[in-house]
């Protein structure tokens, strides 16, 4: 199974903030990797696949990037609504897995 | 509008069974593949499995934790996606969500990703 490691498990940040995630894959997944915002009490949301493809809808302050084992999920100036714990997770082979989780919290 | 509204979840004694059900609109249920996500309470995110399509002969994909004792299962006439579990255990106590799975292709590879969740809905094994 591959092993999706996220780092730093959470972070304090204020509004207005740039905020980075970093997300690493136990072998490579070329950019087979998706991004989830998960707010408490709600369903995952899907904000970026492939990557670096941003969903429809989703604010380009959002943006991903990397390849093969290593990825980031930036967010360029946070929001208050972009408080919440988000999620990577690998679609290169079977079992589908997710990283542990980074809680963006003030 | 896409909707997934899931349901049967509740409490269950160790060993018992229990079936899932999630209700889709808004899209082509048929077209797409849809998984099964699940998530202790607290915890993080663990995929559980996958059927595909008609065109791919509703072929399913498990995870290990729960293969042999659970089947999903589909009913494209009825718009519904399904999640029977056996013999559960205190550890599969989690939120259950149906997800829609989106294709996309780079290269002559095809992947896929969740984009539309449902809301859950919890299935507690306790005596």
């Known amino acids: 199974d591959i092993q999706m490691t996220q780092s730093p498990s959470s972070v304090s940040a204020s509004v207005g903030d740039r905020v980075t995630i970093t997300c690493r894959a136990s072998?490579?997944?070329?950019?087979?990797l998706a991004w989830y915002q998960q707010k408490p009490g709600k369903a995952p949301k899907l904000l970026i696949y492939?990557?670096?493809s941003l969903q429809s809808g989703v604010p380009s302050r959002f943006s991903g990037s990397g390849s093969g084992t290593d990825f980031t999920l930036t967010i360029s100036s946070l929001q208050p609504e972009d408080f919440a714990t988000y999620y990577c997770?690998?679609?290169?082979?079977?079992?589908?897995?997710f990283g542990g989780g980074t809680k963006v919290e003030i | 509008e896409v909707q997934l509204v899931e349901s049967g979840g509740g409490l269950v004694q160790p060993g018992g069974s229990l079936r899932l059900s999630c209700a889709a609109s808004?899209?082509?249920?048929?077209?797409?593949?849809m998984d099964w996500v699940r998530q202790a309470p607290g915890k993080g995110l663990e995929w559980v499995g996958r059927?595909?399509?008609?065109?791919?002969?509703?072929?399913?994909e498990y995870a290990a934790s729960v293969k042999g004792r659970s089947t999903i299962s589909r009913d494209d006439s009825k718009n519904s996606l399904y999640l029977q579990m056996n013999s559960l255990k205190t550890e599969d106590t989690a939120v259950y969500y149906c997800?829609?799975?989106?294709?996309?292709?780079?290269?002559?590879?095809?992947?896929?990703?969740?984009?539309?969740w449902g809301q859950g809905t919890l299935v507690t094994v306790s005596s």
């Open positions: 492939g990557a670096s």
């Open positions: 072998q490579g997944i070329s950019s087979w």
């Open positions: 997800v829609r799975v989106l294709l996309y292709c780079s290269g002559g590879n095809c992947h896929s990703t969740f984009d539309y």
């Open positions: 808004g899209f082509t249920f048929s077209d797409h593949y």
């Open positions: 059927t595909r399509n008609k065109v791919k002969s509703y072929t399913t």
């Open positions: 997770q690998q679609s290169d082979s079977f079992p589908l897995t």
